[in-house]
């Protein structure tokens, strides 16, 4: 011990040096860490202690190399200056570091805070003044009031500030992951300030009763016997190690700070790519300021209007403009936009090249935080293909692709508002149903794209006919519809408006039409109904038009025909007839009548096979009343085949009488079931499957049917007739058949029309074809037979005349089965 007390006494140079080293390495620590914008508020006051370690430091080593002592009295001055500087560097940081701690301690008394304001430095100006009257030295009064009152008490503050600072409630809170490390830095602080400060005391000169004979370094190096500049060098090295260590919190701050800006900036960076991605878009992206200047626009932008972002940068939007809005409806825009924040429609506009392009936009305002406005966003996509594209669908929807004619769609769609005004205005309005006359047969003899061309060039006749806010629409195939709106409010006057049209249609038909190669002749039917918003559905409307159409038709083609309810009628109950004759056959409704031919002797030679219909609730329908219909609906066919069977086996029922086995029935057959393919083995089925004698059944074709198709009517009559089945020309005179054309038929009957044989004896001209047509059959090597025989006169007149055979109500009007026999057994 002694030994290193020795060694101390006489290595005091290196101890005073090292005490000079660590305070100048302190304030030299201080000086160069990192302190600005840290959160700890002692980084803002370590520079009083830095400037307390680089000044005191400073002056331990000019006082070690004796470049300022107390020999010279300026160098001693010096030396005081140099002293109270350093200490007032200390004090200042101990007592704002203390005051600052305190301050954020609200459990501490204001009082207290107060005092280490101005008060304190009351306090040590009254020490100082104090001690320079007390002490008649006034360089040692100074020296001494220095250490006591400014370095002891500076030493203390700090220690206490340091103290402080480990409280979690002052600004220096340290976070847990810190603490457990630093709390020691500021414990040792703490100490080595408290030891500066009380062995700061020491070092004085007994002078008065502040610096009494005690506190010296003499006494305290015979009570302790150690220099006490040892242990003062020895607690600046502590501070300037605790002060050493605690600066480490502010590298670790700026760390902190570094990596934090390094992750903002990452994710600055990160939204920056993302906010790029998103404006990097198929849509259109503009945005304006308030003042509705561009600021931004992407590359769909540039690409969609063909404008660069140079060429639109701080560009009103209205560069886009095309015209085709009015200032009402952006007034509306910027209203909904104001209001609501945003506006989404479709706009017409003008990109770089002059070309007008529908654009679906968006506007949408963008408010800062405090909801003010600050830009707008327009998003923006063209679609003008898109409403093309939409266009085209529903121009194919309700249009018809051939004419380009509004189609029957379109047609109801008009229909349901002209309805509703035509009520409102009371004004008539009328439907044209225009069906093109024996369209059908053009079609099937030049082909389906000469019919085309037809329907073309009548869709551009019929529209020259009307006004434009008429409609004239194609149902399909051959049919057309006219809607005429804004009559007169007169039925009558109306109807003569309509006139005016229908003979324009009519007329515009007059001409031919250059369909390739052919002039064609057309002509229309035309039906027409009046509206004026009756309670009528569409379908009713164009009905009844359809129905006048037919009747038109039915008056022989070319003509024009208003809707009278009684057609509707007809047309109710022949709908109602046709269906009952659907089910007629499965409800075996019908019944075939026989009607006696016979020789002037009476004998009974055979029998016309008649159809009828027992309906339950009609009675007897007449054959007049549905053989038509049938004929129309194509029910004749099962009708037929039914007849031809049931005659078939009646024949076979008499074959096998021989009192019967010669009777003949003739049977009727309708063209329509004649002219189908498969007819002549339709029969020869039935036959073979009766085992009947062909030569008993008789087929009665009438002229019309053996004109329409004559050699292909031939050809199956000579089939027919080589299987044995005998045929009758049935209303033979009332057609055109010339003598060259009834040569060809290989027919074995004429039946004279009951028409020539009603007046047949008072008639002088119908007796002449009589007996021209007896004459003919005769020289022809044909049978002739007469029917509509009623009276004696006309059957003696016709036995007259040559003709063998007759039929009519004289021998029997037609009967079921059963009279006819038993009017064959009487004989
Ligand atoms: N395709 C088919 N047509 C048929 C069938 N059954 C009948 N018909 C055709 O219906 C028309 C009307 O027939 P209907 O009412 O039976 O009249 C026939 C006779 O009753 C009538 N007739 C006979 N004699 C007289 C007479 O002295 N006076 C008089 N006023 N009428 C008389 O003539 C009708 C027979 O005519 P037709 O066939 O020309 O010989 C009629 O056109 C039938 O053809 C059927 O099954 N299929």
């Keep these: 011990m002694d030994n290193f007390r020795l060694l101390i006494e006489q290595h005091m140079d290196v101890v005073f040096f090292t005490y000079g080293l660590a305070f100048f390495a302190l304030g030299l620590a201080i000086l160069v860490q990192p302190k600005e914008e840290s959160r700890y508020e002692i980084s803002q006051l370590a520079g009083w202690l830095a400037s307390f370690g680089l000044v005191h430091g400073t002056l331990e080593w000019l006082s070690l190399w004796k470049i300022i002592h107390g020999d010279s009295a300026v160098l001693s001055l010096l030396n005081i200056v140099f002293l109270l500087v350093s200490y007032v560097f200390l004090f200042e940081f101990g007592r704002r570091l203390t005051r600052s701690i305190l301050d954020k301690i609200p459990s501490i008394p204001n009082l207290v805070k107060r005092m280490l304001g101005a008060p304190i430095y009351g306090v040590v100006a009254l020490a100082f003044l104090f001690e320079l009257l007390t002490v008649p030295d006034r360089m040692l009064a100074m020296t001494i009031a220095t250490r006591y009152f400014l370095g002891c008490i500076g030493s203390f503050l700090t220690g206490i500030g340091f103290l402080l600072s480990i409280n979690k409630k002052s600004s220096m809170y340290i976070e847990k992951s810190v603490f457990s490390w630093s709390t020691k830095y500021f414990v040792l602080a703490t100490a080595a300030f408290f030891f500066y400060g009380v062995l700061s005391c020491f070092v004085a000169y007994p002078a008065n009763i502040v610096s009494g004979s005690v506190f010296n370094d003499q006494w305290f190096l015979e009570k302790f016997h150690f220099p006490v500049q040892m242990f003062r060098a020895a607690s600046a090295v502590l501070a300037a190690i605790a002060i050493g260590n605690i600066l480490r919190l502010f590298h670790m701050e700026v760390r902190e700070k570094l990596l934090s800006s390094l992750k903002s900036a990452k994710e600055a960076e990160a939204k920056l790519r993302i906010s790029a991605h998103a404006f990097d878009v198929q849509e259109g992206i503009l945005i304006t300021d308030t003042n509705n200047v561009i600021v931004r626009v992407n590359r769909a932008f540039t690409h969609i209007t063909g404008y660069t972002t140079e060429d639109v940068m701080d560009k009103n939007p209205r560069i886009l403009s095309s015209g085709r809005q009015n200032t009402s409806f952006y007034a509306a825009m910027w209203e909904s936009i104001n209001t609501n924040g945003a506006w989404k429609g479709e706009v017409w506009n003008q990109k770089k090249n002059g070309e007008y392009y529908l654009e679906d936009l968006t506007v949408s305002a963008v408010k800062d935080t405090h909801a003010n406005v600050t ?81 073309q060039q009548v869709a551009e006749r019929l529209v020259a006919c009307v006004r434009e806010g008429d409609t004239v629409a194609r149902l399909g195939g051959d049919e057309f519809v006219i809607m ?52 009528l559905t569409i379908d009713e409307l164009l009905k009844q038009a359809d129905i006048a159409m037919y009747q038109a038709k039915a008056s022989g083609r070319n003509a024009m025909c208003f809707f009278d309810p009684q057609m509707q009628t007809n047309i109710t109950n022949r709908v109602a007839l046709e269906k009952d004759l659907k089910l007629a056959l499965a409800e075996n409704q019908f019944m075939l009548y026989y009607q006696p031919q016979v020789l002037h002797s009476q004998k009974i030679i055979g029998a016309e096979a008649l159809i009828r219909w027992h309906h339950p609730q009609r009675g007897l329908v007449p ?38 086995r010669h009777l003949q029935i003739a049977v009727n057959v309708s063209a329509r079931q004649f002219h189908q393919t498969d007819f002549v083995e339709q029969v020869s089925h039935i036959l073979s499957h009766n085992d009947i004698n062909p ?70 001209d119908d007796a002449i074809i009589v007996q021209t047509i007896i004459a003919m059959a005769t020289s022809l090597g044909m049978e002739v037979i007469a029917e509509g025989v009623e009276t004696e006169e006309q059957r003696a007149f016709l036995e007259l005349l040559g003709c063998p055979a007759i039929q009519g109500y004289l021998f029997g009007r037609p009967m079921p089965i059963e009279q006819f026999e038993a009017l064959l057994k009487k004989g």
């Design 375 to 455: 830009h707008y966003v327009g998003i923006l996509t063209d679609i003008t293909m898109n409403r093309a594209a939409a266009d085209k669908i529903e121009h194919q929807a309700f249009y018809d692709t051939l004419t380009d004619l509004p189609n029957r769609l379109m047609l109801r769609d008009r229909l349901t508002p002209a309805l509703a005004l035509s009520q409102r205005n009371n004004h008539n309005g009328a439907l044209l149903f225009i069906d093109l006359d024996n369209f059908k047969t053009l079609n099937d003899t030049l082909g389906h794209d000469i019919g085309d061309l037809l329907l």
């Design 484 to 535: 005429l709106e804004d009559l007169s409010e007169h039925a009558n006057e109306a109807i003569v408006q309509i006139e005016v049209i229908g003979n324009k249609v009519l007329g515009v038909f007059s001409q031919s039409f250059k369909l390739t190669t052919h002039n064609y002749h057309c002509t229309p039917s035309i039906g027409i109904t009046l509206f004026k918003g009756q309670n």
């Design 623 to 660: 054959p007049v009343d549905f053989i038509p219909l049938a004929e129309e609906t194509g029910l004749i066919l099962p009708i037929g085949q039914w007849v031809l069977e049931t005659a078939c086996a009646q024949i076979k029922s008499w074959e096998d009488n021989e009192h019967t």
């Design 695 to 764: 030569a008993n059944l008789k087929l009665e074709l009438t002229e019309s049917l053996v004109l329409g198709d004559i050699n292909n009517t031939i050809l199956k009559m000579r089939k027919l007739r080589e299987i044995g089945i005998r045929f009758s020309m049935d209303d033979f005179g009332t057609g055109y058949s010339s003598l060259s054309s009834l040569k060809k038929l290989p027919i074995n009957q004429l039946k004279i029309d009951q028409s020539f044989i009603r007046d047949i004896t008072s008639d002088h």
